[in-house]
Structures are given as structure tokens and as C-alpha cells.
């Protein structure tokens, strides 16, 4: 790391320290801020030698819970040495208290805001002006109250998400310099705040992919690897548990991206040599990919997620059975996202096998209107659960029943005809509009079982 990058982005605490360096002897990080904090703080790099420690290794809380401590300490040995003629630093501590409060209101503003947008509105019996002082604190922060790399990084992540209810948006840029600012801060950041930080980029990329917005999809990838390589690569414990649904989302994004595309020869999967790309295909990137980052899937969730993703992997690949096989008898775990779209892949890779070897179905016993049944019935059981789908999602799962009913009968009545009757033309023109003017899960697959009929 070269020490003129650590002095740049140092302005983490007040003035009043002695802050030439990020880097210290002391294999103790306490012990070094304590140095530090003391005055002793290491001025010449030809000093510096093994154990260095960054301070971004501290959690952003901890680090400025400590400078409200040692400002403390200073009033304390002021006062005791009986200094009357000294200022007993009582306005530093009054900023060492507002840095901290003012950092953790910003992040419980973002994070209501991420709620509000991307996860379940209606929860929310509140609204901005509820959160007391908050107008204030933003407006401070706006006129530079605080020279604080964590205050300034989340501000422009409020300002990014609160962009996204404006009509003539300029979000877009806000983006592009949010991640301008990550990666100025990068060294005064602690590895887990920066995931954190992150994955307010992820919420914002899959938001506009949902809206038409596919160039996104990289980025995504992008920002969901580099939280991957910190949290995990960098940390082989197993303690760091990996959130399935990122896993199963980083597998579906890459799934819909251009085969053509160079991604997976520049992006590797972890930044250690062994696991270099080479040449990669994307099913290869993926398959990868999926056997380097399960183990950090927490157990009870990891048979689910992954013969989910293999299954998808699988049928992506036009490799049907072996997919019914993975998903042959799915087992249900907590999350209603992935036991409904379990069930949604389990329901196209039987109409593909139907279609191809139905006598592997006939043996199985598999009745495929009772699977679709069953799809209904996870819907029904949403409306006895705390934390429910939204109704969004609810149509969209719904539209897909009963359009895959369609597609499935007409499939058993007109399938194998040669001369198909007029009816039948009707309803698949029918149903084709319908499809077109629905939000629905395999959208582009039903469409062309329809055309194929």
C-alpha cells in the first residue's frame, strides 16, 4: 500500500490528532490507536517494518466510539493536572459525539429508504418526517458539516436513492460518483462496511435491470463479486456466512447475459491466482462459480439454493432430464421467493421432458397439473405468513399458473397434431397476447412453447 494514498484518505478523525500515517508496528490495533491518539504517531515510512496494521480493519462504529473515548481521556488529564488555563476539549468531544450520531442516523435514513423502495412498503407505518432531527442532520451534512468518508459515502447514497422518485432523475450520475467515492475511501473502510456499502449498489443495479434496464447486469455482477472477494476470498473462515439469495441472484443475472460477451474472461470469481479465468465460456464461469461459493452457505439453506441454481444451470443448457433429476423431489426451506421459484423451474423442465420423454414421467408417477396445484398452494399459504410476498410478485406468480395451465392443456390437446383446427390458431394467438401484456417468470420460454405448438 503506498503511504502517499493512506495520508490522502486519512481524514477520519479531527484535526486535533497527529495523523501522518494509516500504519503502525503494533500488531495490537487498540495499542496503536492509542499511540496514536497520544501523540506518537509514526511520521517516517523507513520506520514502518512487518505486522503493519491499517486502521480500516476497525468496524466504522468502533473507530469512532474510540475517538469519543480518547477525547474524554484528554478532558479527564486536562482536568486532573488542575490546567485552568487550557481549554479542556469539551467542543472536540461535543464533535466526536455529533460524527457519531449524525453517521448512524444517515445509515438508518438509507436504510429506510432501501426498504421503502426495494423491499415492503406497506410495513412501514412511518415516513421520513418520523425520523426525528433528520431534516437537520441532512442539511449539515450537505453544507460539509463533517469531513468523514463513511458520512460522506452514505449522504450520496441517500442521494441516489431519493433521486430514483424524480421524474427527470439524475441518478445516473449520482451513481457514478458514488462509486467514485468508494474507491477514493477504499483504505479507510472496513471490509464488512464496505459490503454493507455495496449492497445499497446491488439494490439500486437490480432495481433498474427489473425496470428494462439490462446494461446493469454487469455492473451488478460487478459490485456482488467484489463484496464476494473481500468477505470471503480474503477470509477463508467459515463463520462469514454467504446470503443464498445472492448466491442463487449472482447465478441467474450471469445466466442472462450475452453468451458473446467478454465478461467472463475479465471477471474472475476470486482474486486468487488458482482460480485465474481461463478463457472461460459462460457456463463454465458459472459452474465455477457455484462449487467455489457454496461452502459458505449456511447448511440448511445450501441443498435448496444449489440444485435450484444447478437445475436453472442445467435447463439453461437444454440438458432437461438431468435438471428433473437435481429437482426431482425439491424440498421446501424458509424464504418464500425460492420455494415459489423452485416450484416455477420444476414446472417448465417437466413440460420439457413431458415433451421429450414423457415415459420417464409415466414411471415417476409425475402428474403435472398436481405440481401446478402445488404452486397454488404455496400461494395460499403466503397469505397465512408474517412476512407475506408482495402483491406484485403474488400476480406474477399467479399469472404464471394459470398461463402455463393454458400452455400445458393446449399442449395435451393439439400437440401432436399435423392439421390443426381454426379453434386452436385462436387460442394460441390469444394466448400469445396475453403473454406479451403480462409481467411473468419464463416469459421469453413461453412465448416460443407457444409458437412451437
Known amino acids: 500500500m503506498e503511504l502517499s494514498k493512506c495520508r490522502k484518505n486519512i481524514r477520519f478523525f479531527s484535526d486535533s490528532f497527529v495523523l501522518e500515517s494509516l500504519l503502525f508496528h503494533d500488531g495490537n490495533v487498540d495499542k496503536s490507536i492509542e499511540t496514536l491518539l497520544e501523540g506518537r504517531a509514526i511520521t517516517k515510512a523507513e520506520k514502518i517494518k512487518t505486522n503493519i496494521i491499517n486502521i480500516s480493519m476497525l468496524p466504522i462504529d468502533k473507530i469512532l466510539l474510540k475517538k469519543i473515548y480518547y477525547e474524554k481521556k484528554a478532558r479527564e488529564k486536562i482536568e486532573s493536572e488542575g490546567r485552568r488555563d487550557k481549554e479542556p476539549n469539551l467542543l472536540s468531544i461535543s464533535n466526536a459525539l455529533d460524527e457519531y450520531y449524525y453517521l448512524n442516523k444517515i445509515q438508518l435514513y438509507c436504510a429506510y429508504l432501501s426498504y421503502k423502495k426495494f423491499v415492503n412498503p406497506t410495513v412501514l407505518s412511518y415516513n421520513k418526517n418520523d425520523i426525528r432531527l433528520i431534516h437537520i442532520i441532512l442539511n449539515q451534512i450537505d453544507d460539509n458539516y463533517f469531513d468523514n468518508p463513511a458520512i460522506k459515502v452514505y449522504n450520496k447514497i441517500r442521494l441516489l436513492y431519493e433521486a430514483l422518485n424524480e421524474t427527470n432523475s439524475n441518478d445516473k450520475t449520482i451513481y457514478l460518483e458514488l462509486k467514485s467515492l468508494i474507491d477514493e475511501y477504499e483504505y479507510t473502510i472496513n471490509r464488512f462496511d464496505k459490503a454493507t456499502i455495496l449492497s445499497y449498489l446491488t439494490n439500486y443495479c437490480l ?247
Open 207 to 453: 432495481y433498474k435491470m427489473n425496470n428494462g434496464n439490462f446494461r446493469f447486469r454487469e455492473e451488478f455482477l460487478y459490485t456482488n463479486l467484489s463484496i464476494l472477494k473481500s468477505l470471503y476470498t480474503k477470509n477463508t473462515s467459515k463463520k462469514n456466512k454467504l446470503p443464498p439469495s445472492t448466491f442463487k441472484n449472482i447465478v441467474v443475472v450471469s445466466l442472462k447475459l450475452d453468451p458473446a460477451t467478454d465478461f467472463f474472461q475479465r471477471c474472475q470469481i476470486t482474486d486468487k491466482p488458482a482460480q485465474a479465468i481461463r478463457n472461460q465460456n459462460k457456463h463454465n464461469w458459472i459452474e465455477e462459480f457455484m462449487e467455489y461459493y457454496k461452502k459458505w452457505i449456511d447448511t440448511k439453506y445450501k441443498k435448496t439454493y444449489y440444485n435450484y441454481c444447478l437445475a436453472l444451470l442445467l435447463f439453461e443448457k437444454m440438458e432437461y432430464v438431468k435438471a428433473y433429476r437435481v429437482l426431482q423431489n425439491p424440498s421446501r426451506t424458509q424464504g418464500m421467493f425460492i420455494n415459489l421459484d423452485t416450484k416455477v423451474l420444476h414446472l417448465v423442465i417437466l413440460y420439457e421432458v413431458f415433451n421429450k420423454r414423457s415415459i420417464i414421467l409415466e414411471n415417476d408417477g409425475i402428474d403435472i397439473l398436481k405440481v401446478l396445484d402445488s404452486l397454488r398452494g404455496l400461494l395460499k399459504d403466503d397469505l397465512n405468513r408474517k412476512k407475506q410476498v408482495s402483491q406484485k410478485y403474488v400476480a406474477i406468480y399467479k399469472n404464471f399458473e394459470k398461463t402455463y395451465k393454458r400452455l400445458y392443456n393446449l399442449n395435451l390437446r393439439y400437440g401432436g397434431m399435423q392439421n390443426k383446427p381454426l379453434k386452436f390458431e385462436k387460442e394460441q394467438k390469444k394466448l400469445k397476447a396475453n403473454v406479451h401484456a403480462i409481467e411473468i417468470p419464463f416469459k421469453n420460454w413461453i412465448l416460443d412453447k407457444i409458437h412451437r405448438l
